[in-house]
């Protein structure tokens, strides 16, 4: 096994369980590791410290373990897989009746770096972001299929676009195991199809589950805007919840072909709802302000890496003023960041610039995270990168 020897005092973070290797901490490599094989990490002391996958680029060793006598092999997965099942049955997420969508690994919240696998009623959807977790993909697959043992029948591996392009790994998108699944879970009691095909993530935005739920009590009566519906979620819960209307808005004909979909999965008929392929700005710049009393404004992550977060957060800023200045008085609005890169308190900053741009009186009601099956790793707080807040808007 290839061995990296970092830098003196590199391996202070290591020591608090962060489970990376940035590629600056490396003093030097013994032989040339390929990318995505197994390599042990040694201190400037040249005392081990952990051991995980390694690849070209600033994260150069995402940690498996700590452990110097832990060998990654089928019995390691099938462990891994184990304690993040138990997990989630053990806060009620894995046999409710009307449920049967949640995450079943997060990455670094689950000490698996670069891997997701999401449950969709008999299927998983497993996505590697590092090229060790790809190379592993049949034994994940095998481990993962005895530990669920008999709940999936299929499990598909999703990572055309989620793998460093420079590694030369080629991924193809496709059934590890079964085929021919029937793409339609169902989260708290609504149906929802899956597109694991084509779609984004793994088919679906399983983190704002919760915060669905907690849109559907505050629909009753009120006059909805999802923007950036992408598969309707947000739009399907308030009609459940009993908004008068139901406006859904994405710049994607795709997605407001899926909303529409959704709907009908649902409320089939129902004349509540309408949806709308239209950029976000030009649409809140042109409706009328006296339309809407609930707006859910969820955009794609602004900004994908640190550079980009002054931009970022003029457009959070912007895109936020509108929903203030637009909202009718009484209503509320929810407004959610998922850039890793824009911290907890800077789109605070962007959200409250732009309340008192607008000149509104606002308050929090709820400030909302992602939900308990996508955990936060203590020793990785990066990992935390769902923010939302409620807000009544005077
Ligand atoms: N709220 C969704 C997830 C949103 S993902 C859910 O709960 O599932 C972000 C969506 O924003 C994508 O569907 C993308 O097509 C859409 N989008 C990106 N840029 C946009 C823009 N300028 N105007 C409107 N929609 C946009």
Same mark, same amino acid.
């Given at each position: 096994?290839?061995?990296?020897?970092?830098?003196?005092?590199?391996?202070?973070?290591?020591?608090?369980?962060?489970?990376?290797?940035?590629?600056?901490?490396?003093?030097?490599?013994?032989?040339?590791?390929?990318?995505?094989?197994?390599?042990?990490?040694?201190?400037?002391?040249?005392?081990?410290?952990?051991?995980?996958?390694?690849?070209?680029?600033?994260?150069?060793?995402?940690?498996?373990?700590?452990?110097?006598?832990?060998?990654?092999?089928?019995?390691?997965?099938?462990?891994?897989?184990?304690?993040?099942?138990?997990?989630?049955?053990?806060?009620?997420?894995?046999?409710?009746?009307?449920?049967?969508?949640?995450?079943?690994?997060?990455?670094?919240?689950?000490?698996?770096?670069?891997?997701?696998?999401?449950?969709?009623?008999?299927?998983?959807?497993?996505? @590697?972001?590092? #090229?060790?977790?790809? &190379? *592993? =993909? !049949?034994?994940?697959?095998?481990?993962?299929?005895? $530990? /669920?043992?008999?709940?999936?029948?299929?499990?598909?591996?999703?990572?055309?676009?989620?793998?460093?392009?420079?590694?030369?790994?080629?991924?193809?998108?496709?059934?590890?195991?079964?085929?021919?699944?029937?793409?339609?879970?169902?989260?708290?009691?609504?149906?929802?199809?899956?597109?694991?095909?084509?779609?984004?993530?793994?088919?679906?935005?399983?983190?704002?589950?919760?915060?669905?739920?907690?849109?559907?009590?505050?629909?009753?009566?009120?006059?909805?805007?999802?923007?950036?519906?992408?598969?309707?979620?947000?739009?399907?819960?308030?009609?459940?919840?009993?908004?008068?209307?139901?406006?859904?808005?994405?710049?994607?004909?795709?997605?407001?072909?899926?909303?529409?979909?959704?709907?009908?999965?649902?409320?089939?008929?129902?004349?509540?709802?309408?949806?709308? @392929?239209?950029? #976000?700005?030009?649409? &809140? *710049? =042109? !409706?009328?302000?006296?339309?809407?009393?609930?707006? $859910? /404004?969820?955009?794609?992550?602004?900004?994908?890496?640190?550079?980009?977060?002054?931009?970022?957060?003029?457009?959070?800023?912007?895109?936020?003023?509108?929903?203030?200045?637009?909202?009718?008085?009484?209503?509320?609005?929810?407004?959610?960041?998922?850039?890793?890169?824009?911290?907890?308190?800077?789109?605070?900053?962007?959200?409250?610039?732009?309340?008192?741009?607008?000149?509104?009186?606002?308050?929090?009601?709820?400030?909302?995270?992602?939900?308990?099956?996508?955990?936060?790793?203590?020793?990785?707080?990066?990992?935390?990168?769902?923010?939302?807040?409620?807000?009544?808007?005077?």
């Amino acid at each position: 096994m290839h061995k990296v020897h970092l830098k003196p005092g590199k391996e202070e973070s290591l020591k608090r369980f962060h489970p990376w290797v940035f590629s600056g901490a490396i003093a030097h490599i013994d032989g040339e590791p390929e990318e995505g094989e197994i390599v042990e990490v040694y201190t400037s002391k040249k005392e081990f410290i952990a051991k995980g996958h390694f690849q070209i680029g600033s994260i150069a060793v995402r940690v498996l373990t700590f452990a110097p006598d832990e060998t990654i092999d089928s019995d390691f997965w099938k462990r891994k897989l184990s304690i993040a099942y138990d997990m989630r049955h053990s806060i009620g997420l894995t046999e409710r009746p009307d449920n049967n969508t949640y995450r079943l690994v997060h990455g670094e919240g689950d000490n698996l770096p670069g891997l997701v696998i999401d449950i969709y009623a008999r299927t998983a959807v497993m996505q @590697a972001h590092s #090229a060790g977790m790809h &190379l *592993e =993909r !049949m034994a994940i697959a095998d481990a993962l299929a005895e $530990v /669920l043992n008999g709940r999936i029948d299929n499990i598909y591996y999703k990572s055309e676009n989620t793998l460093p392009y420079k590694a030369d790994l080629f991924p193809e998108n496709g059934f590890l195991k079964g085929g021919n699944a029937d793409n339609i879970a169902m989260e708290y009691g609504l149906k929802f199809h899956i597109d694991w095909l084509k779609g984004q993530k793994t088919g679906f935005f399983v983190d704002q589950r919760e915060n669905r739920a907690l849109l559907e009590r505050y629909a009753q009566g009120r006059r909805v805007l999802n923007m950036f519906c992408y598969t309707g979620g947000f739009s399907v819960y308030a009609m459940r919840g009993g908004a008068t209307l139901v406006h859904s808005v994405d710049s994607s004909g795709k997605a407001i072909d899926l909303t529409n979909q959704n709907m009908e999965l649902n409320f089939p008929a129902d004349t509540r709802h309408q949806a709308f @392929a239209e950029d #976000a700005f030009k649409y &809140l *710049e =042109r !409706m009328d302000d006296t339309m809407y009393d609930l707006i $859910v /404004l969820d955009p794609p992550a602004f900004a994908k890496h640190r550079d980009a977060l002054r931009n970022a957060l003029l457009g959070y800023r912007k895109l936020n003023q509108k929903a203030f200045e637009k909202i009718r008085p009484g209503g509320i609005l929810f407004t959610f960041s998922c850039s890793q890169a824009v911290s907890k308190e800077n789109f605070r900053t962007a959200v409250f610039t732009a309340a008192a741009l607008s000149g509104r009186n606002v308050r929090i009601l709820h400030q909302l995270t992602q939900p308990a099956d996508h955990p936060v790793n203590i020793y990785h707080p990066e990992g935390e990168y769902l923010k939302g807040l409620i807000l009544y808007v005077e």
